[in-house]
């Protein structure tokens, strides 16, 4: 899974970046600070405690382990991470994330760092807009003293970066147009179909994709045939349609402390909106690591672990940071990336392992793998995604709660933990 940071220049994307990766990159106030695209894993919270929870009840119920002990560091976490962690049965699951260039109005037809950073999207599965709600910049990203008028700098914003996405998809679909209206001419709308699927399989486009964004087209515009004679009107508007069903875009209205009010409440979107505060997330991820303070990404307050470490102003800075904190309820970044993953996005966490009483791999490591997927992804495209030989192989599977067998076709779903058989 990859989600993308997009828009335009310094409304902290970096700073969303590098708080939900703890990657150091390059941030400051100014347009353009970022030239290349940043990718990162960030780690979340599974929606559901992870099912060492259901294992240590078990192992606990038959006398085979102790009840937590009260300083156990783990908070009664059994299971053995290969990547990300677990404390107190919330398990974090690995989730890409791109970090990309400032867009600027005419990026599709070069202006800015142009069709680079576009084509630095094209593999993401949704896109979240990093917007300033406090008003500080223009639209490219000069830091100015306030906006006169933010909600319509917002409006502005937003619809600034649809504009640019649908006029990069319809450079794509009229570079091959006459080919596709050829193929609609002999084969009829089954031809639009796979043309449009084959034009933007480079973009990840699915069959599904296609079919709504035409679904949602045709309503519009009526029936498909003779594209041919379309004006570029409603060529665009097709483009339109298929951004939406590729680039979902879900909003972070971003510099929420510096905010008057809460101007977000005005923005039109398809996805989500959610006011974050990127600066204060990084400064506490920070804050944590160094061992100053205990803060868990997403909750409503933090911890000093030790005062008589600090001085006066440090004190002060995060007394003020822990209100603003509690008032906001939380700094939004992680909560957002949550709630695309497994909201939006309709992601759920399933736990391979190699055996279905102990949820142990082969080689005795308890719950080692946590694979971020689709909701209802079937048992044999599962094998294939732990391992092409699983996948190939594929005999059966058994659910590991149940401890049922299961065919190739069963759908996986939240939380399951799953064996495979296969041939070796
Ligand atoms: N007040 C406030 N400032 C923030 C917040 N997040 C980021 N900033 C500031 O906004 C400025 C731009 O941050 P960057 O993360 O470099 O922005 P960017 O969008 O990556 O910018 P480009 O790479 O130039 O496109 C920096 O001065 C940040 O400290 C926030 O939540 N609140
Ligand atoms: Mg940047």
């Known amino acids: 899974m990859r989600i993308g940071l997009v828009g335009k220049p310094n409304v902290g994307k970096s700073t969303y970046f590098s708080a939900a990766t703890l990657a150091k990159v390059d941030i400051a106030n100014y347009p353009f600070c970022t030239i290349d695209a940043n990718v990162g894993v960030a780690f979340?919270?599974?929606?559901?405690?992870?099912?060492?929870?259901?294992?240590?009840?078990?192992?606990?119920?038959?006398?085979r382990l102790e009840a937590t002990s009260e300083d156990d560091p783990r908070r009664g976490s059994i299971c053995e991470p290969r990547?990300?962690?677990?404390?107190?049965?919330?398990?974090?699951?690995p989730t890409f994330l791109v970090d990309v260039a400032g867009l600027v109005p005419g990026a599709s037809e070069g202006r800015g760092r142009g069709n680079a950073f576009l084509s630095d999207l094209a593999n993401c599965d949704a896109l979240i807009q990093v917007v300033d709600a406090a008003g500080l910049t223009d639209l490219e990203g000069n830091p100015i003293a306030a906006v006169d008028d933010v909600e319509f700098s917002l409006k502005e914003e937003t619809e600034f970066l649809t504009t640019e996405l649908d006029s990069w998809i319809y450079g794509i679909l009229t570079d091959g147009w006459s080919r596709g209206a050829r193929r609609v001419q002999a084969e009829g709308e089954k031809g639009l179909t796979s043309f449009l699927h084959e034009r933007f399989t480079g973009l990840?486009?699915?069959?599904?994709?296609?079919?709504q964004a035409l679904d949602g087209f045709r309503n519009e515009w009526g029936n498909l045939e003779t594209p041919w004679m379309w004006p570029d009107e409603r060529v665009l508007?097709?483009?339109?349609?298929?951004?939406?069903?590729?680039?979902?875009?879900?909003?972070?209205?971003n510099k929420a402390d510096s905010a008057k009010g809460t101007p977000w409440d005005s923005i039109t979107a398809t996805g989500l909106i959610q006011?974050?505060?990127?600066?204060?997330?990084?400064?506490?991820?920070?804050?944590?690591?160094?061992?100053?303070?205990?803060?868990?990404?997403?909750?409503?307050?933090?911890?000093?672990?030790?005062e008589s470490k600090l001085n006066p102003a440090q004190l002060n800075a995060l007394s003020s940071m822990k209100e603003k904190l509690s008032l906001a309820k939380g700094t939004g970044v992680s909560e957002l990336l949550s709630n695309v993953l497994f909201g939006a996005l309709g992601h759920v966490v399933v736990y391979p392992v190699a055996d279905e009483t102990a949820w142990k791999d082969s080689e005795g490591?308890?719950?080692?793998?946590?694979?971020?997927?689709?909701?209802g992804i079937e048992a044999k495209t599962l094998a294939f995604k732990v391992h092409t030989d699983l996948g190939n192989g594929f005999i059966k599977?058994?659910?590991?709660?149940?401890?049922?067998?299961?065919?190739?076709?069963?759908?996986?779903?939240?939380?399951?933990?799953?064996?495979?058989?296969?041939?070796?």
């Open 275 to 306: 006011p974050t505060m990127a600066d204060m997330e990084l400064a506490l991820r920070r804050a944590d690591s160094g061992g100053m303070i205990s803060y868990v990404p997403g909750e409503h307050t933090f911890s000093i672990l030790d």
């Open 237 to 253: 508007s097709l483009a339109s349609y298929l951004r939406k069903q590729l680039f979902p875009i879900h909003i972070a209205a």
């Open 397 to 424: 599977a058994v659910d590991g709660r149940t401890r049922r067998v299961v065919g190739s076709d069963h759908e996986c779903g939240d939380n399951d933990v799953i064996k495979i058989h296969a041939k070796s």
């Open 44 to 63: 979340l919270a599974a929606p559901q405690p992870c099912p060492c929870k259901d294992l240590r009840q078990r192992l606990e119920s038959d006398g």
């Open 83 to 93: 990547t990300g962690t677990c404390v107190g049965h919330i398990r974090l699951v």
């Open 204 to 211: 990840g486009a699915k069959l599904s994709h296609v079919l």
């Open 365 to 375: 490591r308890i719950l080692p793998d946590a694979f971020v997927v689709p909701n």
